[in-house]
T-cell receptor, first 116, second 115 residues
Framework: ETGVTQSPTHLIKTRGQQVTLRCSSQ?????VSWYQQALGQGPQFIFQ???????GRGNFPPRFSGLQFPNYSSELNVNALELDDSALYLC???????????????FGAGSRLTVL | AQSVAQPEDQVNVAEGNPLTVKCTYS??????LFWYVQYPNRGLQFLLK??????LVKGSYGFEAEFNKSQTSFHLKKPSALVSDSALYFC?????????????FGAGTRLFVKA
């Protein structure tokens, strides 16, 4: 069983640019969540995707957007990058069953974004 | 509003001694509670969860946690710490009233276990 893989592992962008981060879910998982983890902080929930639709969103502006594909892989897109967007972006997959909130999250190693 | 507090930035313990990493929370409904561990340059790994039932939950690597509804706490414990337990620990709280999908993580507690 493969785990969650994310790409790229590291990237550097300049302010105002756009970035796309990619995530492959663990086999058998149908839900993907994205998190932003700033240095020294806990992960902050960005949004969750289920059945290719956004299923819930945290306190992030619309320039943070995402996609989920039929194979349950996912993308996180961030437009008009700001310096404060520098962080580790984590993807987590899970299987949404009857008790969806109790799902265990399987995390990837993350994509570290630096905005200059 | 949902919130999670991990009041200690860092916990230091000698190998072989018991350890406790604290977590308190605030949700409007009944909580789902989780603990995850993060090693350097890795994603978070699941340790244990409380959904309902017995207040004492046992998880991976000898860790356990006790749900205390009156104190709204879910402290992580281990009877005998190992040097390899040194890592960053995160408490995760979800409000069942909101469907439980919106995870709220604490700021994390760094555990140092000294040989």
């Amino acid at each position: 069983e493969t785990g969650v893989t994310q790409s790229p592992t590291h990237l550097i962008k300049t302010r105002g640019q756009q970035v796309t981060l990619r995530c492959s879910s663990q086999s058998g998982h149908n839900t993907v969540s994205w998190y932003q983890q700033a240095l020294g902080q806990g992960p902050q929930f960005i949004f969750q995707y289920y059945r290719e639709e956004e299923n819930g969103r945290g306190n992030f502006p619309p320039r943070f957007s995402g996609l989920q594909f039929p194979n349950y892989s996912s993308e996180l897109n961030v437009n008009a990058l700001e310096l404060d967007d520098s962080a580790l972006y984590l993807c987590a997959s899970s299987h949404r069953g009857s008790s969806s909130g109790a799902n265990v999250l399987t995390f990837g190693a993350g994509s570290r974004l630096t905005v200059l | 509003a949902q919130s999670v507090a991990q009041p200690e930035d860092q916990v230091n313990v000698a190998e072989g001694n018991p350890l406790t990493v604290k977590c308190t929370y605030s949700v409007s409904g009944n909580p789902y509670l989780f603990w995850y561990v993060q090693y350097p340059n890795r994603g978070l790994q699941f340790l244990l969860k409380y959904i309902t039932g017995d207040n004492l939950v046992k998880g991976s690597y000898g860790f356990e946690a006790e749900f205390n509804k009156s104190q709204t706490s879910f402290h992580l414990k281990k009877p005998s710490a190992l040097v390899s337990d040194s890592a960053l620990y995160f408490c995760d709280v979800r409000d069942q009233n909101t469907g439980g999908f919106k995870t709220i993580f604490g700021a994390g507690t760094r555990l140092f276990v000294k040989a």
